[in-house]
């Protein structure tokens, strides 16, 4: 009996005993997989698949494709050229059983394509599904918690808008728009004061530590906060 499966993007026409190469899976040597997309088991034709029929298979090893040389050559164009090489990633399988009917009830692990995830984070993630449905479910239940949160930012607000007022609008420096006015205030000057009394050092310190490359001299700041103070 032979069966039609798909796996990877493509269809493979399989028989118990067969060897054969597959895209990539997250699969160890040694592991048996079952791909339960099927699309013909001996004169059955699936619409488009064959509900319960599954294929199982060994996985014998971790394997690459033959390199494929893909060479590019413009006309008229001078070192438009390219050479690049590629080998794609393969499992070798042996085709062990092929179930007309009961494939869903197995419980053998289910072929998944590898890509660039690794067989043990595609298990990880499998572990961590019941765990994260869980913590949500615990997240619905304290609803007076989720309702007493808006309080504590709404107290929070004030705190950070009377920061904002007690200084200048260091915006009025040239050069300084909103981005670089959050720097300063970030790094604790938040007045044309403290800027009018910036030594040549403190000037140096604060190139140095905000990134400004020069623009506190270039720009003239300290003229412009002894005017503005």
Known sequence: MFAVMKTGGKQYKVASGDVLRVEKLAAEAGETVQFNEILMVGSTIGSPMVDGAAVQAEVIDQIKGEK????????RKHGSQRTKGHRQQLTLLRVTDILEKGGD???????????SVSGAAVAAAVKAAPKKAAAKKAEEKPAAKKAEAPKEEKKA?????AKAEGGDDLKQLSGVGPALEKKLHEAGVTTFAQIAAWTDEDVAAMD????????IEREGW????KKLA
Request: glycine share 12%; charged share 35%.
């Open 68 to 75: 494929v040389i893909h060479f590019v050559k413009r006309r």
């Open 105 to 115: 009830k197995t419980g053998v692990k289910a072929a998944i394509g590898a890509g």
């Open 157 to 161: 607000a004030p705190k950070k808008a």
């Open 208 to 215: 140095e530590k905000l990134s400004f490359k020069g623009r």
């Open 222 to 225: 300290i003229e412009q906060a």
